[in-house]
């Protein structure tokens, strides 16, 4: 099956036209913005020889093409045409709880691997103590130790 006619096919299982909004692609997944999950034939997509997946993600469907993704997505691109940006289905409305742990997420997603490189420093002279590779009283339990809070006041100053 060639490119075009694996994007006929894909947008036909997908609802159509008029099921399909807006569509963008990664390294191996074609994502399509879905008007009505329920018209998907997810099982049918899974069938077709070329595809090797196919992901539902809230109002999005990805179907794993790997290497063909490019030129499937350029041929479904051509099928799709243009879509004015009022056509995009918005997220549906997020309650508060919603809004709340994506916005503490957003705060402590830059500095989270700073903080489990803190984590780790300080469980690491813990580790030693714990197997006796190092007592408290030795130099080098004092020097991780050391290091490891000068690590801790480096990310997040008093």
Not at 102 to 121: E, M, Q, R, W, Y
Request: proline share 2%; charged share 20%; hydrophobic share 45%.
């Amino acid at each position: 099956m060639n490119h075009k006619q694996l994007a006929e096919h894909i947008l036909e299982l997908l609802g159509g036209d008029s099921n399909a909004n807006q569509a963008t692609h990664c390294v191996t997944r074609l994502r399509v913005t879905i008007n009505n999950s329920g018209k998907v034939r997810k099982a049918d997509l899974s069938n077709i020889e070329d595809v090797i997946g196919v992901n539902q993600v809230g109002n999005q469907t990805q179907v794993i093409l790997g290497g063909r993704v490019h030129g499937v997505y350029d041929e479904f691109q051509n099928l799709l045409g243009d879509k004015d940006a009022d056509q995009v289905v918005q997220e549906e409305k997020k309650g508060f709880i919603s809004q709340f742990l994506d916005a503490l997420s957003s705060i402590f997603n830059p500095i989270l691997s700073a903080l489990i490189g803190a984590g780790l420093l300080k469980r690491l002279p813990i580790f030693l103590i714990f197997y006796e590779l190092v007592s408290v009283e030795s130099d080098s339990y004092q020097f991780l130790n050391i290091l490891a809070l000068q690590y801790i006041l480096l990310i997040n100053p008093i």
